[in-house]
């Protein structure tokens, strides 16, 4: 069982009031555990869809651009849009991989807590 103590402090007045309560976590360790243990895997699970999702996004316009100027139905000029959003592609992809493996959820920068 562990016990937190939680401090209040009030401002009124000319006085300065200070209160406390005594809070007790019944819990045991791996109840606490487990739930932080699926948030990861769910973290994860989802990194990995934003990457599936973004490689999605990003490859298929430029693949077909890429067919579109082989076919000489684009200009040259268009090889530029090509290797732009095939490198934010491959950028964000990476990006959401590592946050995939490490647990990370794709709209955070830290694991939770």
């Known amino acids: 069982m562990v016990d937190i103590r939680i401090r209040r402090v009030d401002c009124r007045g000319w006085g300065l009031s200070i209160s406390g309560r005594r809070l007790s976590?019944?819990?045991?360790?791996?109840?606490?555990?487990r739930p932080l243990i699926l948030k990861a895997f769910l973290d994860g699970l989802a990194s990995l869809l934003a990457?599936?999702?973004?490689?999605a996004i990003c490859s298929d316009p430029a693949y077909f651009t890429y067919q579109a100027i082989q076919s000489m139905i684009a200009p040259?000029?268009?090889?530029?849009?090509?290797?732009?959003?095939?490198?934010?592609?491959?950028?964000?992809?990476?990006?959401?991989l590592r946050?995939?493996?490490?647990?990370i959820a794709p709209t955070r920068e830290r694991r939770r807590k």
Not at 76 to 96: E, H, K, M, N, P
Not at 99 to 103: L, N, S
């Open 25 to 33: 976590n019944g819990g045991s360790h791996l109840q606490q555990r």
């Open 76 to 96: 040259a000029w268009a090889w530029v849009s090509v290797a732009a959003l095939a490198g934010i592609g491959i950028v964000l992809t990476i990006a959401f």
């Open 99 to 103: 946050k995939a493996f490490m647990g």
């Open 51 to 55: 990457a599936l999702a973004t490689l």
